[in-house]
């Protein structure tokens, strides 16, 4: 087993910022409450996939909820920690390890802040690989492993507990409640075995994450040269090559949270205004990329938005008018490209009229990336 200190957490923020597709939530907070856990505590044991014994008993936690709401709403500490012991008193068993919902900026510290102290390890992967909005779209599920009994905690400590027919079912309440307790709440879910984990899992994210936060520090500077290091980083991985979509400046964005999701578009021009377009559609998570019209990448293939000047991943709540930006594409892992995955997590399941088509082959409407400025304060 590895191990997570507090000065790993920055470069895994960073990463799973990156890998979380505008999703996952703001990791500011969480950033300074899992360092604040772990200085106090010491570190948390990484364990890979393969050295969970089969029969160990796994849970998912994470926060569920519009991420914006993440910014105001600020979390206590310890509800982690306290939305673990309530679930373990639910289901009458205690845990052997965590595990997170997905690779997302603020959801991939939440598990290390739950068991910091306790003495048991997260393991070294998620339930998605990325971000995606609703809980049925998780790998656990498409695997077959319900989401109940689960266990969500609000601000105030009040407790709620689910037993649900179905993820679908589930993903509505836990929703409805996120919004009547506040916007944004702590969960425990998705009780499985240490087999039905290795299953469904997709592992290896927590150390590939962290590497990504690493590539970040220390190549920070204009995002056309971040391009050569993250292709050799995510040559081998599960995760397709990197490709450059559209450089430019973001000139309107949209956002309100209904339904308990952060619901957006953002356009985004060239530095001199001139030639196409980009326009993102967002749910929690940059979902779909047009140019002029034509699909540039589109869910469940990941889109990632860096400050052009730092390489920096930008969340969607912290996306703003006049930044200048470039917007990169990268292939999801495999198993989201399978016909099981994709009845949960094809573009028709955001309501977009469109089929899914693979990132690769519609590099005919990316844009050529621009020339590194000499500076790294230079503007075009």
């Known amino acids: 087993m590895a191990q997570l200190n507090a000065e790993s957490l920055p470069d895994l923020s960073s990463g799973a910022v990156f890998l979380a ?14 360092q604040q856990a772990l200085a106090e505590h010491g570190g948390v044991e990484l364990i890979a996939v393969d050295e969970l014994d089969d029969d160990a008993f796994v849970a998912a936690i994470g926060s569920v909820g519009a991420p914006t709401a993440s910014l105001e709403l600020l979390p206590s500490t310890d509800d982690p920690a306290k939305a673990l012991a309530v679930f373990e008193k639910h289901v009458g068993r205690k845990l052997d390890a965590v595990v997170s919902f997905e690779i997302g900026g ?17 393991v070294d992967g998620d339930g998605m690989g990325r971000a995606l909005p609703e809980a049925q779209m998780m790998t656990y599920p498409i695997a077959g492993i319900p989401s109940t009994p689960a266990v969500a905690l609000d601000y ?25 307790m506040g916007g ?3 969960t425990v879910e998705h009780p499985m075995s240490g087999k039905q984990l290795k299953s469904s899992v997709v592992p290896g994210t927590v150390s590939f ?21 993250l292709r050799k980083a995510f040559a081998g991985s599960m995760y397709g090559e990197p490709k450059h979509l559209f450089t430019g400046k973001v000139t309107d964005y949209t956002s309100a949270i209904i339904g308990g999701y952060d619901i957006g578009k953002a356009m985004i021009e060239t530095f001199d205004g001139s030639g196409p377009k980009l326009e993102i559609e967002v749910k929690n998570e940059y979902l779909l990329a047009r140019i002029d019209g034509q699909v540039a990448a589109s ?6 938005i860096l400050d052009f000047e730092t390489s920096t991943p930008i969340n969607a709540e912290r996306l703003r008018y006049g930044q200048r930006v470039t917007v990169l594409g990268i ?28 990132l690769e082959n519609l590099t005919a409407h990316h844009q050529p990336l621009p020339p590194a400025p000499s500076g790294p304060h230079s503007h075009s």
Do not use: W
């Not at 939440?110 to 910091?116: C, D, E, F, H, T």
């Not at 994450?209 to 290091?229: K, Q």
């Open 21 to 34: 597709t505008g999703g996952g939530g703001d990791p500011y907070v969480a950033l300074l409450s899992a």
């Open 106 to 122: 603020g959801n991939s510290l939440i598990p290390l802040i739950a068991v910091a102290g306790r003495g048991i390890p997260v």
């Open 156 to 180: 105030l400590g009040n407790i709620a507990t689910f037993s649900t027919d179905s993820t679908e079912t589930y993903e509505r309440h836990i929703r409805a409640m996120a919004q009547a």
């Open 184 to 186: 944004m709440i702590t």
């Open 209 to 229: 994450a962290t590497g990504i936060g690493r590539i970040l520090r220390r190549n920070r500077g204009n995002a056309p040269r971040i391009l050569a290091p």
């Open 299 to 304: 869910v469940p293939d990941l889109i990632i």
């Open 331 to 358: 292939a999801c892992p495999d198993f989201y490209r399978s016909q099981k995955a994709l009845a949960r997590v094809s573009p028709r399941n955001f309501g977009f009229n469109i089929d899914y088509t693979p």
